[in-house]
């Protein structure tokens, strides 16, 4: 939104080799009186390692926070994995997920010379202007300065996932009068086995990063049909697999972002 509100330039970095940009702490350990192993300074070193890059795994801001510094970006106190600089007339906004840095700018060669800047620090791939992005395919038409994200591509493989391709299409997601309960539950030990090898949680889990992106018209149906994924019913399932029917229709369905008129 803000990239078509400011006509901003958008392009995407792939940071190689992200994870061994992070601090190392020092880990202390003892090994256990009962262990077998022989060469604990060896189990040792492959530790520090593996964790250093399981910690950047869960904290992506923990990849770069000085380096950014030392190049005179400033953190968003709002977000700590957003930096920020600015120059007499340009500046850029660069954000950080795990190995992936999308670059905003109002000024083509100012994020042409941040990029430079940033290959002499990283082993960086320059992807250009941004068509994709975890998972999200962004298109953009610079003439009448829209932007689109769709999720064609995996809403395909949820369906494929769970042999949901050739469901038959439906307009709604769920009915307006529809009331579910948690008495709707399974109530005997026969009914919870059978439920057990349905896969109610990963199906919603699937459904959840897709309205959380591009699709927030489904938000209501998702956020009713969680309600339930401790012990869902096929009554609940039921209901699930009509809300699955609906992407087969708007799989094609965007989310456009057009620039304010004033």
């Not at 995407?12 to 992070?22: I, M, W």
């Not at 950014?68 to 977000?79: A, G, I």
């Amino acid at each position: 939104a803000i990239v078509v509100a400011q006509k901003l330039e958008l392009h995407p970095l792939d940071v190689q080799t992200a994870f061994l940009h992070g601090g190392l702490e020092e880990v202390y350990m003892e090994q256990p009186p009962t262990s077998r192993i022989q060469s604990f300074q060896h189990m040792y070193a492959n530790y520090k390692s593996q964790s250093t890059a399981y910690d950047n795994h869960l904290e992506p801001s923990t990849i770069s926070p000085y380096i950014f510094n030392q190049m005179l970006y400033n953190t968003l106190k709002s977000e700590p994995n957003i930096y920020f600089r600015k120059s007499a007339s340009n500046f850029i906004i660069l954000g950080v997920y795990v190995d992936d840095f999308p670059l905003l700018s109002n000024s083509l060669s100012y994020l042409n010379f941040c990029k430079q800047e940033l290959k002499s620090v990283f082993p960086i791939t320059d992807l250009g202007p941004m068509t994709c992005f975890l998972g999200i395919k962004v298109k953009r038409n610079t003439r009448l300065g829209q932007i689109s994200l769709s999720q064609s591509r995996y809403i395909d493989n949820i369906l494929k996932r769970f042999n949901m391709e050739n469901c038959k299409p439906i307009s709604t997601p769920l009915l307006t009068t529809l009331k579910l309960s948690t008495e709707d539950s399974p109530k005997s030990p026969i009914e919870e086995t059978e439920m057990k090898n349905i896969p109610y949680r990963q199906l919603i889990g699937s459904v959840r990063y897709l309205v959380s992106s591009t699709r927030p018209d489904l938000c209501f149906s998702t956020r009713l049909l969680s309600c339930f994924m401790t012990n869902p019913s096929p009554k609940h399932c039921k209901h699930l697999r009509e809300f699955l029917d609906i992407l087969n229709i708007l799989n094609t369905c965007v989310l456009l972002f057009n620039p304010c008129i004033r």
